[in-house]
């Protein structure tokens, strides 16, 4: 059975970019990023998931 993506493509560049290494994936080779990176755009989208769960009130505990 095939995994199912987490993130979208358009998001990992974006986040990419964000984070200054687009210009190791343009080709589509995530393999050449660093374990560092990779944590980095890890850390980079759960930030933004949490940022709009918050933004929709969907964090539990987050009193909203």
């Excluded at 560049?13 to 984070?19: K, N, T």
């Excluded at 200054?20 to 080709?27: E, I, L, N, T």
Aim: positive net charge; hydrophobic residues 35%.
């Amino acid at each position: 059975m095939a995994r199912r993506p987490v993130m979208s493509d358009e998001l990992k560049y974006e986040l990419a970019e964000e984070l200054g290494f687009r210009d190791k994936v343009k080709d589509g080779d995530w393999g050449n990023i660093t374990t560092r990176e990779a944590g980095s755009l890890v850390r980079a989208a759960i930030q933004r998931a949490e940022r709009a769960m918050a933004q929709e009130g969907r964090i539990p505990g987050s009193g909203r």
